[in-house]
């Protein structure tokens, strides 16, 4: 169980979170972590990397020449990898760098982000994030308390705040349906609404 520090929206103190998920240092489980932030950026690969092989090049049909008297290894094609202008052999293809990761093993990994931003004291909690949706004015709330660069999951996908981090160099804001273990690892602060962490806590019940 754990009581975590609730702010309010001017980022002063405003009560407590009661959870029965427990947020110790023995929950930070790295290798799990790990694993999700690999298939993370796997899955975001294009791989559309392509060559033509031997079956892609156009002629062929036709023996390039006899097949003794020449003094040259016999061939069968032009298309051959072995001839000028031919196939080749074993290049890449389109394919799919996605990775499957189970339900148990991204929950896992989202329970020892929370922990080990709450034990670093990375993690911030906020009744609510109030935002006119202008990028100077959270910018300079967030980097007054020095809380950049930051990851900011909001409870609604229509929150502004997620508006005016759109052009923060060092900020994402993010929809708590949206939680990505990666980008909570890539940045250093967590801030994050309290129904926000809510839906988070209540899936790792």
Not at 9 to 33: C, H, M, Q, R, Y
Not at 51 to 59: D, E, H, N, P, W
Not at 131 to 157: H, I, M, Q, R
Request: hydrophobic share 40%.
């Amino acid at each position: 169980m754990a009581e975590l520090n609730v702010l309010n929206s001017k980022f002063d103190a405003a009560g407590k979170l009661e959870t029965a998920v427990s947020l110790t240092p023995e929950d930070i489980n790295v290798a799990v972590v790990h694993q999700v932030v690999k298939a993370t950026l796997a899955s975001r690969r294009q791989g559309n990397a392509a060559v033509k092989c031997k079956a892609l090049i156009s002629g062929g049909g036709k023996k390039p020449f006899k097949q003794k008297g020449t003094g040259n290894a016999r061939q069968g094609s032009n298309r051959s990898p072995l001839m000028p202008g031919g196939g080749s052999s074993f290049g890449p293809i389109p394919r799919s760098y996605e990775q499957k990761v189970n339900k148990k093993t991204m929950l896992a990994a989202i329970h020892s982000v929370l922990a080990d931003k709450h034990q670093s004291g990375k993690l911030t909690i906020l009744n609510e994030l109030k935002s006119s949706g202008k990028t100077k004015e959270l910018f300079n709330l967030l980097n007054k308390k020095g809380l950049l660069p930051a990851l900011v999951v909001t409870d609604s996908s229509e929150s502004l705040a997620i508006r005016a981090c759109r052009n923060f160099s060092n900020a994402k804001a993010v929809p708590v349906d949206g939680f990505s273990v990666y980008e909570a690892v890539r940045y250093e602060n967590l801030v994050i609404e309290k129904k926000a962490l809510e839906t988070l806590l209540k899936k790792l019940v």
